[in-house]
């Protein structure tokens, strides 16, 4: 089965494409983001999950004028390989957090169980820059179809109200992105 998702950017002018498919063996995710931020720039992203989304692996292709280049996240048993090499620093993130995309928020969205909070550590991307590094964030729930996400981490403060579909994808992510239909 296949899904195709349109996000706008609320922040600066951009747009992405994500095309989820699911298997019987899992889900791959893939996204194209077209921003001006940063002198303007493409990003590609896949990312290969399990039945249970959890995410094996994202490719990220990022083109602009102040970056272009690839980057491979691969979990291995409680770690990550960035690029092939092993980053010890990065031993028991739940997830990979791509900075450009609310898909990423669905990952622990999904996790959130009988109404409880969820803190969980990141391998956090900087879609922009590919560079990765640890954060920390919570998502409290709010009521039905709303997640308030609290980012404990890198950017320590930064709160914002989701809004989600009934599988866990963002409609509404409060100061960055909201949904999109084709015309």
Do not use: K
């Not at 001006?36 to 083109?63: N, P, Y």
């Not at 969820?118 to 820059?129: K, Q, S």
């Amino acid at each position: 089965m296949s899904t195709v998702v349109y996000w706008r950017r609320t922040d600066v002018e951009g747009l992405e494409r994500l095309e989820l498919t699911t298997g019987p063996d899992g889900v791959t995710a893939s996204g194209t983001v077209v921003c001006v931020e940063d002198g303007g720039f493409r990003l590609d992203h896949t990312w290969s999950l399990d039945a249970d989304w959890r995410a094996q692996r994202v490719d990220v292709a990022v083109r602009g004028p102040h970056t272009q280049g690839v980057l491979r996240l691969d979990r291995t048993g409680e770690g990550w390989l960035v690029d092939g090499v092993r980053r010890p620093d990065l031993d028991g993130a739940q997830e990979p957090d791509l900075s450009v995309t609310p898909f990423c928020n669905s990952l622990p969205i999904r996790r959130m169980r009988d109404g409880a909070d969820l803190t969980l550590d990141t391998a956090f991307i900087d879609g922009p820059a590919l560079t990765v590094a640890r954060s920390r964030q919570r998502y409290e729930p709010l009521g039905p179809g709303r997640v308030r996400y609290v980012d404990l981490g890198l950017s320590r403060g930064f709160e914002a109200e989701l809004t989600v579909d009934d599988g866990g994808l963002v409609v509404r992510y409060e100061h960055l992105f909201e949904r999109v239909e084709p015309a």
